[in-house]
């Protein structure tokens, strides 16, 4: 039997054999709260059989770290048996077979003779995989390229599905990967270019009036070395445009990239952003989803009618998804995002979505990215 980490996405230090049958690791976090994501692969011998994995925090990273990982759960593991397509609750195969510790989390998967898992927090979309898909849709009539190299070199893929009918469009601008251990984010992504791209009725309504460009991983070294949300430079995109309408450049080069084109090409009139978020510690009910809002929109956009849009969308965020299912409120979308920069600058409606990871599989998070976006185009005129 091994376990192992060193893969695309793989996550886990100082694995070692505890006993036979049961091993230990840690996860490899960044900065708590960003500490909570691991994925290593199981892989039998001749003989298969249980294992025991005790998964404990970085301890890189301390108290805080711990408290950081541990806070995340009680909440279900996933695995997959080769086809990355396809994740499955440990719990659905193996009833009862979770603990959550004030030390580790503590789980056990059967591996067949010869045979390998693997197994992670949440459901993974690698890189290459994201790379092999956007070949697929461009196939199927999305125009593809790149919106840059990342720090490490690797092309951030950008979708373009332009608008069908003959009216000014809607600019969408449909975002995600931020923090690249949230999979559910551009798995959602994913599942909005497939929804435009089906024979599906709205679908086709939509992108009538709809200029649609999608990028689905914009931190794609963070997703390849398994980070949990952090850009291999060091930086937390998520907060890393403060100051963007005054000129000042976000950190990281990825952000150079985003912010550059979007201001001074795209000016796009809605940007979808989703991230995710793992757990179901003090969240109220099932999905367990999230959203950001501004606190006083009125002091973001200048002209009525779209102050008037962005409570539309706002109000479809409450009512036509789950978006208050974690916390019954909406958490605040602050200056040193991308989203204020948008709306300051451009009167961009800017929708904020977090997926619970724990409760979405692959196609729960493509679907809930779709169903999102259809409720937004709902909303607005
Ligand atoms: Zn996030």
Same mark, same amino acid.
Request: negative net charge; aromatic residues 10%.
């Given at each position: ?11 886990? *230090? ?28 199981v ?34 593991? =996933? ?8 994740w499955?609750? %440990? ?7 979770? +603990?959550?510790?004030? @030390? ?12 390998? #898992? ?26 593809v390229?790149?919106l ?9 893929p +950008?979708l ?5 009918? +003959? ?6 601008? #449909? ?37 649609? =460009? ?14 949990n949300?952090?850009? %291999? ?24 990239? #985003? =912010?550059?084109?979007?201001? @001074?090409?795209l ?10 978020? %793992? ?5 109220a009910?099932?999905p367990?989803d999230?959203?950001?809002?501004f606190?006083?929109?009125?002091? %973001? ?15 479809? #965020?409450? =009512? ?6 974690? +916390?019954s ?38 679907? *809930? ?13």
């Amino acid at each position: 039997m091994r376990v192992t980490s060193d893969f695309e996405c793989g996550n886990g *230090k100082s694995i070692r054999r505890v006993a036979p049958g049961h091993w230990s690791l840690e996860e490899v976090g960044e900065k708590a709260p960003y500490c909570k994501y691991f994925c290593v692969k199981v892989e039998a011998g001749d003989d298969g059989g249980p294992v025991r994995l005790d998964i404990y925090p970085d301890p890189d990273l301390g108290e805080e770290g711990r408290v950081g990982m541990l806070a995340h759960y009680p909440a279900p593991l =996933w695995f997959c048996e080769g086809d990355y397509d396809h994740w499955v609750r %440990l719990t659905h195969r193996w009833p009862g077979v979770e +603990r959550y510790g004030p @030390e580790c989390v503590s789980t056990r998967v059967v591996v067949p003779p010869s045979g390998a #898992l693997t197994v992670a927090s949440n459901v993974v979309l690698p890189y290459t995989r994201l790379v092999a898909w956007a070949a697929r849709m461009a196939e199927r009539g999305a125009a593809v390229d790149s919106l840059g190299k990342s720090h490490e070199g690797r092309d951030i893929p +950008r979708l373009h599905l332009p608008a069908t009918g +003959r009216g000014k469009p809607i600019k969408a601008l #449909l975002l995600s990967g931020q923090h690249p251990s949230e999979h559910c984010g551009p798995l959602a992504v994913c599942g909005i270019a497939e929804f435009l791209l089906s024979a599906h009725p709205e679908a086709r309504a939509i992108r009538e009036r709809c200029d649609a =460009w999608l990028v689905p991983m914009i931190n794609p070294d963070g997703n390849v070395h398994g980070r949990n949300g952090w850009t %291999l430079e060091g930086v937390n995109q998520c907060t890393d445009f403060a100051g963007v309408c005054d000129g000042a450049a976000p950190k990281a080069v990825e952000d150079r990239l #985003l =912010w550059d084109w979007l201001s @001074e090409e795209l000016r796009p009139d809605l940007s979808l952003h989703f991230h995710g978020y %793992l757990g179901t510690h003090n969240f109220a009910d099932p999905p367990c989803d999230g959203c950001y809002v501004f606190e006083r929109p009125e002091r %973001l956009y200048s002209s009525p009618e779209r102050l008037e849009q962005y409570r539309a969308i706002r109000d479809a #965020l409450y =009512w036509d998804t789950p978006g208050l299912s974690a +916390r019954s409120r909406p958490g605040t979308l602050s200056p040193d995002m991308l989203e204020w920069g948008l709306a300051a600058r451009f009167g961009t409606l800017v929708p904020f979505y977090e997926i619970n990871h724990a409760f979405h599989g692959v196609q729960a998070a493509r679907r *809930k990215g779709a169903d999102v976006f259809r409720a937004l185009m709902r909303a607005l005129p």
